[in-house]
């Protein structure tokens, strides 16, 4: 779920489509974590301690940490994309035939239950790093992104139900605009909805790109393509991925310790947005309720915010990677 340097489809750009041609599948899947050093300085990784990352991706901060914490240190890694797990459990064999890293594929709405079944509690630092990884989006046949055509897919556990296209093809135009308009914040989600239901059905990413090209008049001198804000706002969907966000914060501050750290890495602002005022409400020691007298209560704090403002990439990391430029990492502990 992870973004490998961290790209959502809010940041996608217009590319040759053979990029990649000729590239080894080593060098194509190798993942470049984004904000690497921020996450193992912020989550204090060293020797000996449990961590969780609930979202495996390239394995490129879970190989970090079992290296910062070793020789004792133990990972327990998840990741909805059954591919996800494969790979990682493959690039990092050594670690897990040494009893050191754990996989499980497993979305991470049901982290309370795994941490729970491989007996990992308490947990001394838990990563959320949202978003795709890298070798999904350059599958064509994951269907994440229109650099690459292939079918209108986006589900990073392929066993669930819902696709893309069954969005698309299905749902009434007004919820296929106001999802578009609420998951991609793209202004312009009437026209595109209205388009797309006068020409559905689509079963490739190139066509449904193409449509919403046309949809909006064209590219009209603008850095992103037309389509992007709505191949986001179908890849949220399609994985209820902020639901999944909301979902799992609470299970994070139940599993960590007294102590223990909490670092999400988000890619737009609508995660952002539910990760700040989470932490601002675990961190607060008043609970704001209408209806008590005084307007609400007191309560004690659960989290000590660490970053007051999310760290985001400097201009070198963006510039090695560009799929990293709009990450926003946040770290809290838990009192």
Request: hydrophobic share 40%; net charge negative.
């Amino acid at each position: 779920m992870m973004v490998s340097g961290g790209i959502q489809a809010g940041d996608e750009e217009e590319t040759p489509m053979d990029a990649h041609a000729g590239a080894h599948p080593s060098d194509l899947y190798r993942h470049v974590p984004v904000l690497l050093e921020a996450v193992l300085e912020g989550l204090q990784i060293r020797p000996g301690m449990r961590m969780v990352d609930a979202t495996v991706g390239g394995g490129g901060h879970t190989e970090a940490m079992l290296q910062r914490s070793a020789p004792d240190g133990l990972v327990l890694g998840l990741d909805a994309d059954p591919e996800a797990i494969q790979r990682v459990a493959e690039r990092l064999s050594h670690a897990v035939q040494a009893g050191r890293l754990r996989l499980v594929q497993s979305n991470f709405t049901q982290l309370r239950q795994t941490v729970h079944t491989h007996h990992f509690a308490p947990v001394d630092a838990i990563l959320l790093d949202l978003g795709v990884s890298s070798f999904q989006l350059d599958l064509a046949d994951r269907g994440f992104s229109f650099q690459q055509d292939g079918p209108l897919d986006m589900r990073f556990d392929p066993a669930q139900p819902l696709s893309a296209a069954d969005i698309v093809n299905t749902w009434p135009e007004q919820e296929l605009a106001d999802l578009i308009y609420q998951y991609g914040e793209e202004r312009r989600s009437r026209r595109i909805a209205r388009y797309l239901v006068r020409h559905r059905p689509f079963e490739t990413t190139g066509q449904l790109a193409q449509a919403v090209e046309r949809a909006v008049g064209g590219r009209r001198g603008e850095r992103l393509h037309p389509a992007t804000r709505t191949f986001q706002a179908l890849r949220i969907a399609v994985n209820q991925e902020l639901a999944a966000l909301e979902s799992v914060l609470p299970q994070c501050l139940e599993l960590l310790k007294p102590g223990g750290r909490l670092a999400v890495i988000s890619f737009h602002s609508l995660e952002d947005r539910i990760v700040k005022r989470w932490m601002q409400a675990e961190a607060s020691s008043f609970v704001q309720d209408p209806s008590h007298p005084q307007g609400g209560y007191e309560k004690m704090p659960g989290l000590r915010i660490i970053t007051r403002k999310p760290i985001v990439p400097d201009a070198a990391e963006i510039q090695h990677n560009p799929r990293s430029r709009s990450a926003k990492l946040r770290i809290a502990e838990r009192l």
